[in-house]
Nanobody
Framework: QVQLVESGGGLVQPGGSLILSCVVRGSFHNIYEMGWYRRAPGKQRDSVAWITYGGSANYVDSVKGRFTISMDKAKNTVHLQMNDLKPEDTAVYYC??????????????WGQGTQVTVSS
């Protein structure tokens, strides 16, 4: 069974920085792609950034130049470095993994979510 465990959320002032981390645990044979999504209060869950196992990264326009996604393959972990945070970045952030396991062959797995609040 595959589990994604997030950490690193919290309260930060506008202009501040946070690093989110997501580790993939359990029995799997491949990580194809990892991504971060967020759900702001009263809104749907939207993509933020995603990265392939080969290292190709993409971002939504609203975070380009401020957020950086990276993958530590040795630790099966993906990070989201968030700089120059704005109040509109306030949301619950979710990690998603496109994982090859031994039950479903290949499937999407989600973390439990971590709250990021940007406020003075």
């Amino acid at each position: 069974q595959v589990q994604l465990v997030e950490s690193g959320g919290g309260l930060v002032q506008p202009g501040g920085s946070l690093i989110l981390s997501c580790v993939v645990r359990g029995s799997f044979h491949n990580i194809y792609e990892m991504g971060w999504y967020r759900r702001a209060p009263g809104k749907q869950r939207d993509s933020v950034a995603w990265i392939t196992y080969g290292g190709s990264a993409n971002y939504v326009d609203s975070v380009k130049g401020r957020f950086t996604i990276s993958m530590d393959k040795a630790k099966n972990t993906v990070h989201l470095q968030m700089n120059d945070l704005k109040p509109e970045d306030t949301a619950v952030y979710y990690c998603k993994g496109d994982i090859g396991d031994y039950v479903k062959y290949r499937s999407d797995y989600w973390g439990q979510g971590t709250q990021v609040t940007v406020s003075s």
